[in-house]
T-cell receptor, first 115, second 115 residues
Framework: AQKITQTQPGMFVQEKEAVTLDCTYD???????LFWYKQPSSGEMIFLIY??????QNATEGRYSLNFQKARKSANLVISASQLGDSAMYFC????????????FGTGTSLTVIP | DAGVIQSPRHEVTEMGQEVTLRCKPI?????LFWYRQTMMRGLELLIY????????DSGMPEDRFSAKMPNASFSTLKIQPSEPRDSAVYFC?????????????FGPGTRLTVL
């Protein structure tokens, strides 16, 4: 089974609108971390936001927030007030510290912000 | 803090040649990861090390690929002999171990073209 599933290969959003990028994960480990990365066309991988499995509140970083629903094993990224510079690939990832600290990445979602 | 350093940034070689990619992780990080990214296959984990020891190399495509981490500050990924299907962007990433928000920090990548 896939550890990380991103079901949206491509998404479009109007500038200044909010957008949600979906991510579901699969683990039996009670301790894990969830991450989102952004990869613009220039190619670098940029860390955006982190959510720990024991965190009670949803993580937020500026315009990014993580909608963490533990029972559903989902960790959706919400980008508010989209900007043209948000156009990029977005990857969801999970780390399992109790299984050798391995990271698992999803297949990514390509976001295009329309002016 | 220089971040993860990779060299070379670009490599063009001919089929059959040996290719060596280099990575210097962030000082103090004890986990190092090698990824390959292509349009067709997305981001693939090739191998990762904890404390210089290879933990999981199941992603290494075949015996032509080998990776070493002789010390905490240096790792190499070698392809011998190279083939056109090895053309990809190769990323090195490092992170701290243990629990918590220890995200992976990615290097800028090496774009490999095998003719």
């Amino acid at each position: 089974a896939q550890k990380i599933t991103q079901t949206q290969p491509g998404m479009f959003v109007q500038e200044k609108e909010a957008v949600t990028l979906d991510c579901t994960y699969d683990t039996s480990d009670p301790s894990y971390g969830l991450f989102w990365y952004k990869q613009p066309s220039s190619g670098e991988m940029i860390f955006l936001i982190y959510q720990g499995s024991y965190d009670q509140q949803n993580a937020t970083e500026g315009r990014y927030s993580l909608n963490f629903q533990k029972a559903r094993k989902s960790a959706n990224l919400v980008i508010s007030a989209s900007q043209l510079g948000d156009s990029a690939m977005y990857f969801c990832a999970m780390r399992e510290p109790n299984t050798g600290n391995q990271f698992y990445f999803g297949t990514g979602t390509s976001l295009t912000v329309i002016p | 803090d220089a971040g993860v350093i990779q060299s070379p940034r670009h490599e063009v070689t001919e089929m059959g040649q040996e290719v060596t990619l280099r990575c210097k992780p962030i000082s103090g990080h004890n986990s190092l990861f090698w990824y390959r990214q292509t349009m067709m296959r997305g981001l693939e984990l090739l191998i990762y090390f904890n404390n210089n020891v290879p933990i999981d190399d199941s992603g290494m495509p075949e015996d032509r690929f080998s990776a070493k981490m002789p010390n905490a500050s240096f790792s190499t990924l070698k392809i011998q002999p190279s083939e056109p299907r090895d053309s990809a962007v190769y990323f090195c990433a490092s992170s701290s171990g243990g629990s918590g928000s220890y995200e992976q920090f990615f290097g800028p990548g090496t774009r490999l073209t095998v003719l």
